[in-house]
């Protein structure tokens, strides 16, 4: 069945460090999304990527899927304070309407 | 008022009792689901529903039960609360759909989350 690894489990940054998580599969996929939950939230769609090598950027977060859409990950450049939270990825092999989720990877920053 | 709503939002209750928590929406979407978070272990899938007529079980739904009631409404049940449940439950909804070789897309809209705590 597919695996997912999402790494790293928690970074902590001061604030204006640059930041990225990523996600590994072992199988291909379909297209992944990315989800943010902000501490005593709940998690927030943030983006969808569907095609091979795809790149999406949204303000100072950037998105990219790997060329064998195995891998996928998020960076974000400048960290500022309101980036804390989890970031997930939810991967979708495409064999079935269901999402799961990695992980996750804890985000801390700091003045 | 938030599309997707969760209740009770926090409970605590003793090993062996029956629990229900509730979701409703009002987004219109075919698809709900129910998620368990864990620390350190992200979101984990428990049962998921396509319509009033089709319920499915998830990575881990031993201990849990499902009811859609209506398309609005999709509640889980633990018939016999045990305290490895303690737990950050979510309901979310979906409008997910077939996009050929893109796979199923749409994104996941969640409620606040019901925090159930089992003494």
């Known amino acids: 069945g597919q695996q997912v690894m999402q790494i790293p489990q928690y970074q902590h940054v001061q604030e204006g460090e640059d930041f990225t998580t990523y996600c590994n599969s072992s199988?291909?996929?379909?297209?992944i999304q990315w989800y943010k939950q902000r501490p005593g939230g709940h998690p927030v769609f943030l983006i969808q990527l569907v095609k091979s090598g795809e790149v999406k950027k949204q303000k100072r977060l950037t998105f990219q899927f790997g060329e064998a859409k195995k891998n996928s990950s998020l960076h974000i450049t400048a960290t500022q304070t309101t980036d804390v939270g989890t970031y997930f990825c939810?991967?979708?092999?495409?064999?079935?309407?269901?999402?799961?989720f990695g992980t996750g990877t804890r985000l801390q920053v700091t003045l | 008022d938030a599309d997707v709503t969760q209740t009770p939002r926090n409970r605590i209750t003793k090993t062996g009792k029956r629990i229900m928590l509730e979701c409703s929406q009002t987004k219109g979407h075919d698809r709900m689901y129910w998620y368990r978070q864990d620390p350190g272990l992200g979101l984990r899938l428990i049962y998921y529903?396509?319509?009033?007529?089709?319920?499915n079980k998830g990575e881990i739904s031993d201990g849990y039960s499902v009811s859609r009631q209506a398309q609005a409404k999709f509640s889980l049940s633990l018939e016999s609360a045990i305290p490895n449940q303690t737990a950050l439950y979510f309901c979310?909804?979906?409008?997910?759909?077939?996009?050929?070789?893109?796979?199923?897309?749409?994104?996941?809209?969640f409620g606040e989350g019901s925090r159930l705590t089992v003494l």
């Open positions: 979310a909804t979906s409008d997910l759909s077939w996009g050929g070789t893109s796979g199923y897309t749409g994104e996941l809209f």
């Open positions: 529903s396509f319509d009033v007529k089709d319920i």
């Open positions: 939810a991967p979708n092999t495409g064999t079935a309407s269901k999402l799961t």
């Open positions: 199988t291909t996929l379909s297209n």
